[in-house]
């Protein structure tokens, strides 16, 4: 029975007090006026009045809650205000008379009113996605709110709310009594019911003390960090501060996040850690935790459609409703003891299990007699795309066990047939079962003792540490009810002289039926509940875990630091496949980033190619051998008339380094004349002549004497923006040029993109290089593109850069994707510029034009034609940009969409005028879009522009995802 007092609350409407009603109430009791706008509440009254020098809130509440509560309000307020000096809380206005709090009546109604000043910030609920620094940094607030008011004591305290978790059983009970919807009505008193029944043996260790017991997303204010995430840094609303359970403070604020989950109870486990750290909780009170969470959840859920009954317009309600009944969801979507495992680890308690014994499960196996197949990311048994075929493990199963008997999957594995493409979550690919082929008939028999029960399908024997599930047994006759270890339950299904297939999965919560896949970041607590049957079946069935960190650590220890990796969580990729890579939890992500793999990753063609030529010959090109010959003649073909002689590199640092040596020895001169924010390699020349500071922070200050960079030509964010602005960049260059002939320098040559790489695709002014170019030549100079990134068919219009120009270089470089990953790179240029080079000696590269290189080369131009990619290029590319700008419409931190075929850049900053750009929010937004499914990367001086260059086979429904992926992170937050 729910007492009196709280019953008759559980009834009161909000205070019925106008804006205007509230203005009056303002100007007599606190001499103000200003701007008055109402603030949500669902059985108060707020309203914030901004004088225009200072805002406050004025919070009215029913006569019905004493004077008493209200001061207990205020007194810790003051009590915060020097004991938690890290974060913000509401000081308390005195009243024109000196007083906290003001008894009122309007309408003849009696209320209660305060003023407290109003604190500026975003709540968090007004964001979709929150952050993991989000989460943990509201999980340290309430942790230290909670800490510091241990030590706080008023009489005000003792109250009957039913919002008190510890009434929660009898709350809810009372809310539900009117609810039409029955079914609804019924599973919210069994949800309920089942949290209490788990909660019960734990209440006695629950230690109690003030708390706030609302620190929400809703009742938090926070700051925007440097990347444009909110951090929350204030509470708000101590209208729910009693005397109760102290794990309640954390179940309250964890509950209150299920909302922005995305439908995973794990994203509050960040929350949980730092709650722990700052105000350590008991054994007791963790275990407690997800059934408090529960019961919060259905209070919200009862309470909304109950208060909605009696106020059906109270919009802060409907509004918070939709949340409450998302939070519900989330809250029942997973078995208790899941959670219980996850938030103990999470707070460094995880229990020691120990592994579920038992006799062989099949009679006559041994140990020995069993061939567990590989179906991981690394299997040889899932060549190319065949693991997304349908009844693939099974057809590989049922083969194994032909080969040898007996053949089983493996328990613990991530599985590669259970990816899915272009998936904004991680799959469920983790295995808590094992499926095993053996010939029909066979004698299953208990491992255990246990009772036997027949569920949908299963034969389940239920034993005093684990139920067993088993499908696929043939029970013959009548069989016992409970039977003893070594006893016969059935056989496996099937005709004579074929094969049949058991399913065997294991689980210690008793009446609860496994998933046979969870997701990765779930796996540890699924693991804990749903143990590995190899103890019961006698043979060992475990897949070897990944230890992606132990991986990480060891590379950080032994390869050179300034190679970094992408990512501070780096996932541990080990696999592709077209336009995707997979990491080694079976989670697929779509690769926008790498133009090294211009074909795709793992193409069947390339890699017979290369293993062909491998078993045949390799050595480097001083031999004679066919395919140099026939590649060079090729990539002489595919250059501008008197461009016909080829140099084979293996890198494009090297083919950049290799074509100033050549500018130098044509020429007889040394000074080159290149782009500021430009990258062209890490030897020592092409750095030299790389002057982009996100590559090198030094790079203005240490360039050589003999490099003289001129101003870049963005037509973005130059001093000269828009399309006719060829005139003044040209112009910088011709002040650089005018310098060296007034010191009687020489030139050797110019150096750049044709498409301004670097900067995210922004192409040149029109006409800019015809006439940079002219002025070169007619200084003894020579003209170098740099198309390592920007060429080989990725505009789709060009297949070189410089066409979109046009104009014809005298050195042309190429790189990265005409090897497709292998390192293979080319200068391809005039043979009296070539043959200048024979003054210094002869040249070659051991790998560039070796005879796997040139059959290499040969395979990706074959492909690049018949599967028509620059086309590919030009179709999804136009489409995606068009995607792309329809979002910079939508979302003001979009600048601009650069460049053109699957050679693109999105500009992100912070204001369009001055284009201050957004550095910080675009690493987050990568990051972002990694938990998504996406692989990108920042590029630019500014590290502020999205550089987007998939492999050419990009479909258009990858296309598409990504910019659904780009949009849902700007929409919801990153």
């Known amino acids: 029975m729910v007492e009196d007092a709280l019953k008759l609350r559980t009834e009161l409407p909000r205070p019925d007090v106008s804006a205007e009603e509230a203005r009056a109430l303002l100007a007599e009791h606190y001499g103000l ?8 509440s669902q059985q108060d009254r707020n309203y914030r009045i901004d004088t225009g020098e200072r805002r406050y809130v004025l919070k009215i509440c029913r006569a019905e809650y004493g004077a008493l509560e209200l001061e207990a309000q205020n007194a810790a307020l003051q009590h915060l205000s020097q004991r938690l000096t890290s974060a913000r809380v509401a000081e308390v206005v005195p009243s024109l008379k000196g007083e906290a709090i003001e008894s009122v009546t309007v309408r003849d109604q009696a209320y209660r009113i305060r ?21 943990s940094a509201l999980g340290d607030l309430a942790g230290r709110l909670a800490a510091a008011l241990q030590d706080f004591e008023h009489p005000g305290l003792e109250r009957e709310l039913q919002w008190d978790l510890r009434r929660a059983g009898p709350v809810v009970l009372h809310l539900l009594a009117d609810m039409p919807d029955q079914q609804r009505k019924k599973r919210i008193a069994e949800i309920m019911v089942g949290a209490m029944r788990r909660l019960q043996p734990l209440t006695a260790e629950l230690r109690v003390q003030a708390i706030h017991h609302d620190v929400t997303d809703d009742n938090v204010v926070s700051q925007p960090d440097a ?11 101590f209208g729910d501060i009693l005397k109760g359970w102290l794990v309640a403070e954390l ?22 850690k730092a709650f722990h750290a700052a105000c350590p909780l008991t054994e007791a009170e963790l275990k407690a935790l997800w059934p408090l969470i529960v019961a919060r959840a259905a209070v919200l859920i009862a309470s909304s459609e109950h208060q909605l009954s009696r106020e059906p317009d109270n919009a802060y309600v409907e509004g918070n409703a939709v949340h409450e009944r998302e939070i519900f969801d989330v809250a029942t979507s997973v078995p208790p003891a899941v959670m219980e495992h996850a938030i103990l680890t999470a707070a460094g308690l995880a229990p020691a299990l120990t592994p579920v014994k038992g006799e062989g499960l099949i009679r006559g196996l041994g140990p020995t007699d069993v061939r567990p197949i590989d179906l991981s990311i690394l299997s040889p048994l899932l060549p190319e ?49 094992v499926d095993i082929c053996l010939e029909a008939g066979r004698e299953i028999v208990a491992p255990f003792a246990g009772r036997i029960i027949r569920q949908d399908g299963l034969l389940v024997l239920d034993g005093a540490e684990a139920s067993l599930f088993l499908e696929g047994v043939e029970v013959g006759g009548e069989i016992e009810e409970t039977v003893a270890a070594g006893d016969v339950v059935g056989v496996v299904s099937g005709e004579q002289q074929t094969y049949g297939l058991i399913r065997v999965q294991l689980c210690r919560e008793h009446g609860l039926v496994p998933p ?45 630091k300034p190679q970094k990796n992408y990512y501070r969580h780096p996932p541990q990729i080990e696999r592709g496949w077209k336009e995707y890579l997979f990491d080694v939890e079976g989670r697929s992500y779509l690769d926008m980033v790498n133009n090294v793999t211009i074909l795709g990753h793992g193409h069947p063609r390339l890699a017979s190619a290369v293993g062909r030529q491998w078993s045949l010959l390799n050595t480097n090109s001083r031999f004679h051998y066919a395919s140099v010959a026939e590649f060079s003649t090729r990539l002489a073909a595919l250059a501008p008339d008197g461009l016909d002689t080829v140099f084979l590199v293996n890198s494009g640092s090297e083919a950049n380094d290799l074509a100033l040596r050549l500018a130098w020895a044509h020429s007889g001169a040394r000074n080159v004349v290149s782009l500021l924010e430009a990258y062209h390699g890490w030897t020592v020349a092409s750095d030299a002549v790389s002057t982009s500071i996100a590559d090198n922070p030094q790079a203005l200050e240490t360039r050589p004497a003999w490099v003289h960079p001129v101003q870049a030509p963005n037509t973005y964010r130059g001093e000269f923006r828009g399309a006719d602005t060829t005139d003044s960049y040209v112009r910088a260059v011709v002040t650089k040029l005018t310098e060296l002939d007034a010191a009687g320098e020489k030139l050797a040559g110019f150096i750049c993109e044709p498409v301004y790489g670097n900067a995210g695709g922004i192409p040149l002014p029109k006409g800019y290089l015809d006439a940079v170019y002219a002025m070169v030549r007619s200084r003894g100079g020579v003209c170098i593109a740099d198309e390592v990134q920007v060429g080989y068919g990725r505009l789709g219009d060009y297949f070189w850069g410089f066409e979109e120009q046009g104009v014809v270089p005298d050195i042309i470089t190429v790189a990265k994707g005409m090897g497709n990953g292998h390192p293979l790179g080319a200068v391809i240029t005039r043979r009296e510029i070539a043959d200048a080079l024979e003054k210094e000696g002869y040249f070659f590269s051991s790998a560039g034009g ?56 999105v500009e992100f900053v912070r204001d369009r005028e001055t284009l201050v750009p957004a550095t910080e929010e675009t690493a987050a937004i990568c990051d972002r879009l990694l938990e998504l499914g996406v692989i990108m990367q920042p590029t630019g001086d500014h590290l502020n522009v999205l550089k987007i260059k998939p492999p050419l086979c990009l479909s258009r429904e990858s296309a598409d995802f990504f910019a659904d992926m780009l949009a849902r992170v700007l929409e919801d937050g990153w």
């Open 33 to 40: 006026s200003g701007t008055i706008s109402e603030l949500g």
């Open 385 to 433: 795309e065949r693991w997304q075929h349908q009844g693939l493990p099974i057809s590989l199963l049922q083969h194994a066990a032909h080969a040898i008997g007996v053949a089983t999957t493996r328990y613990g594995e991530y599985r590669m047939t259970e990816t899915q493409l272009r998936s904004p979550k991680p799959d469920p690919t983790l295995a808590l079962h």
């Open 850 to 905: 070796s005879p796997v290189s040139s059959v290499v080369g040969q395979t990706v131009l074959d492909i690049l034609t018949e599967e028509r990619l620059p086309e590919n290029a030009r179709v999804v590319g136009r489409h995606l940009k068009a995607r792309l700008e329809a979002l910079g419409q939508r979302f003001p931190l979009i600048g601009a969409v650069h460049g053109m075929g699957l050679y693109l850049g």
């Open 227 to 237: 990347a444009g995430r909110p951090i929350p840094d204030g509470v708000i609303d």
């Open 115 to 135: 003023l407290l000043n109003f604190l500026d910030g975003e709540p968090l609920t007004r964001r979709k996605h929150l952050s993991r620094e989000a989460v």
């Open 251 to 272: 179940a309250v604020t964890c509950a209150s996040l299920l909302h922005h989950a995305d439908g995973d109870p794990w994203f509050i486990l960040p929350t949980v």
């Open 516 to 560: 046979l896949f969870v997701m990765p970041h779930q796996a540890k607590a699924w693991k804990a509940l749903c143990p590995s049957p190899a103890a019961v079946l006698g043979f060992e069935c475990d897949a070897p875990e990944p230890h992606s960190d132990v991986l990480l650590a060891r590379r950080r220890q032994h390869f050179a």
